[in-house]
């Protein structure tokens, strides 16, 4: 007994230093967008404003145009994310249901996929978006997101499906439902939570995502977000740090708005593409 509840003490103070070590960055972000510039220079600074203020985000405003980078990364998120599942749905079926050599082969290369570094891919993506003078596009920027997020999006969407019993499928079949039937009415809505989650951390990682848009978007008015951020820098390396802290908390906030609205449905559907994947 003394062992086991040792190991339960040992594994919350695990967990309470993780969460920490996840909160922690985030307070400091927030502490800092409501500082005052005396605050931002002070030798000593807290972790509670003295003085709040609004001034760094109307600076942040004024400075750069956060809004229209926003509604780019806004575009080119929920386009990557929508399309990454419309196309890996239909493959993680495929995969799921009819397990060959072939498939087991695409389902390593997908998870092998996942460990190449961005440095690696940028010259290939970057040769062939050229080739078909989608440099400086959006749209070029979605595709790249598109192939960057479909093997996460395949590997989450096949542990979904196995999830879904075979039978209910082969009970749909001989009730006389035929095949897209039976996937609209029987296996898609069981599908829905696993669709959604894999829908949201498609657009969260494109939401986020630096350096493809760094490297493939040139003029400032197609720029997304992540990369404006950077004009807070100077050339010599010093950060206006307020308007910074102001702007990326507002950067931060649909990824966690999106979170807490159906946080419930992810952790239900990742639950079943766990268990039984």
């Known amino acids: 007994m003394r062992t086991r509840k040792s190991a339960r003490v040992g594994q919350y103070a695990a967990l309470l230093a993780y969460l920490a070590f996840l909160a922690l960055p985030f307070l400091w972000l927030l502490s800092t967008a409501f500082k005052s510039p005396r605050e931002l220079g002070s030798p000593h600074p807290s972790w509670i404003p003295e003085d709040p203020t609004f001034g760094n985000f109307r600076q942040a405003f004024d400075e750069q145009p956060l809004l229209h980078a926003a509604s780019n990364s806004l575009l080119a998120a929920a386009s990557a994310a929508l399309v990454a599942v419309l196309l890996a749905t239909p493959m993680a079926y495929v995969m799921a249901r009819h397990r060959t050599l072939l498939g087991r082969a695409a389902t390593g290369w997908v998870v092998v996929s996942q460990a190449f570094p961005f440095v690696l891919v940028i ?100 720029q997304t977000l992540p990369v404006v951020l950077t004009h807070f820098i100077g050339a010599e390396g010093v950060a206006d740090l307020g308007p910074l802290a102001a702007a990326a908390f507002l950067a931060t906030l649909p990824s966690l708005v999106v979170f807490a609205l159906i946080q419930r449905r992810i952790t239900g559907g990742m639950t079943a593409g766990a268990v039984k994947g």
């Not at 879904?164 to 009730?175: C, F, G, K, M, R």
């Open 123 to 222: 010259i290939p993506l970057f040769l062939v978006l050229k080739n078909l003078r989608l440099i400086d596009s959006v749209f070029g920027l979605v595709m790249v997101y598109v192939v960057w997020s479909l093997p996460f999006a395949l590997w989450m969407l096949v542990g979904y499906v196995r999830a879904v019993p075979a039978e209910l499928e082969e009970a749909a079949a001989v009730d006389g439902a035929g095949r897209l039937r039976t996937l609209v009415s029987v296996t898609a809505p069981l599908l829905a939570p696993g669709i959604v989650a894999t829908a949201l951390f498609a657009f969260i990682t494109a939401w986020n995502e630096f350096f493809f848009a760094l490297v493939l978007l040139k003029t400032p008015e197609k």
